[in-house]
């Protein structure tokens, strides 16, 4: 295997860090900080068996569930791997193109974050798109750990922290010491789980057919893991087409049954975090009780999501300052910092 340190930085160098998410893909650039925030969906068309590229990242997303006859919106990434390698590769090039136009790049050295459980070769498709989008070498850096670091968890140190990163498609949980990861386990059930259980509310209850755009609002202003102390708590209105007669229609939905709706991905979420704690050693499972656990990823920001973990294991609970960039944040940090994170487990190629 390729030395990880195979020549010095040079201070002119713009590498590049990438939260390659299911949700959304960030950007870091080495000395910028943070350059591109979009969504990890692409629009195609489809004409005679050939398809053709119409729409990378935001504008992709903004057709979704809009598209004409011949057209379709895809989010090349599923549970945070790659699903569709073409169309993935498509989309990484098209976002490391526009950072490095605006930025005069020449091939950058790339790190990119992977889920803790991506297979071999899951982590070969991640690795082979960053270099068909013009990467000289390309670092995979594991998510909980650049989640940590992004944080600002002391993950060399020789005391446990653990960190619990949310995202789209996969949920991270990790203690961490000494630089590496003590146990660990990655579920595939987040913030899509979290859409999909709404939908499945909404029709069930409401007759309505919803997208998951509609589901991905109501989980934004009224999601919850805590039911409301009195009452059914606040009421947005929804609209989607009618079961019956296919017509579109409105009906109010209520803070108290989405949070029974979303029971089940929250219920895993908190099942893989015991399960963590179970599994690891007593000498770091008594620092993750003076210190406990620190929250990441847009499923962080469900509201009460810390209480819920608080409850269920009694340990203290913390939100991440910036949820949402902690994991390309701590990427960044450890492509700048190679020398000091030298014991991090990172594959190179």
């Known amino acids: 295997m390729p030395s990880l340190f195979p020549r010095p930085f040079s201070s002119a160098s713009r590498d590049l860090a990438i939260d390659l998410g299911t949700a959304n893909t960030l950007v870091y650039m080495k000395k910028r900080g943070i350059v591109l925030d979009e969504p990890s969906v692409v629009a195609v068309t489809d004409t005679r068996g050939h398809q053709d590229i ?64 991506a297979t071999a070769l899951e982590r070969r498709s991640i690795r082979e798109a960053a270099q068909s989008a013009g990467a000289r070498e390309v670092l995979l850096i594991e998510e909980p750990v650049a989640a940590a670091i992004g944080a600002g968890l002391p993950v060399t140190g020789p005391h446990g922290v653990m960190v619990v990163d949310i995202g789209g498609g996969t949920t991270e949980v990790a203690v961490m010491a000494l630089g590496g990861v003590v146990h660990g386990r990655s579920v595939r059930v987040a913030g899509d789980a979290m859409d999909d259980a709404i939908i499945a509310h909404v029709r069930r209850h409401h007759g309505l057919l919803i997208g998951q755009p509609m589901a991905e609002r109501i989980k934004i202003e009224i999601g ?86 608080n409850q269920a294991t009694g340990l203290p609970v913390t939100v991440a300052e910036k949820p949402l960039e902690c994991v390309v944040l701590g990427t960044g940090k450890a492509l700048e910092n190679l020398e000091r994170f030298r014991s991090l487990p990172l594959d190179a190629a």
């Not at 009452?231 to 989607?240: A, D, F, I, K, L």
């Not at 179970?278 to 620092?287: K, L, N, R």
């Open 224 to 309: 919850s893991a805590v039911p409301p102390v009195e009452g059914n708590g606040r009421t947005v209105p929804v609209t989607g087409r009618d079961i019956q007669n296919g017509v579109p229609r409105e009906s109010g939905i209520h803070e108290r049954e989405i949070v029974e709706a979303l029971n089940d991905p929250v219920q895993h979420i908190v099942a893989a975090v015991k399960s963590v704690l179970e599994g690891t050693p007593p000498e770091i499972a008594a620092d993750i009780v003076d210190r406990g656990m620190m929250l990441t990823g847009g499923g962080a920001l469900l509201r009460k999501i810390d209480q819920k973990l």
């Open 54 to 117: 119409f729409a990378v990242g935001l504008p992709a997303k903004q057709m979704v569930g809009r598209t004409p006859s011949g057209m379709r919106t895809v989010r090349p990434l599923r549970d945070g791997v790659i699903a569709d390698f073409d169309l993935a590769a498509v989309m990484i090039r098209h976002f490391i193109e526009r950072v490095r136009r605006s930025s005069r790049l020449s091939r950058p050295r790339i790190m990119v974050s992977v889920p803790t459980g």
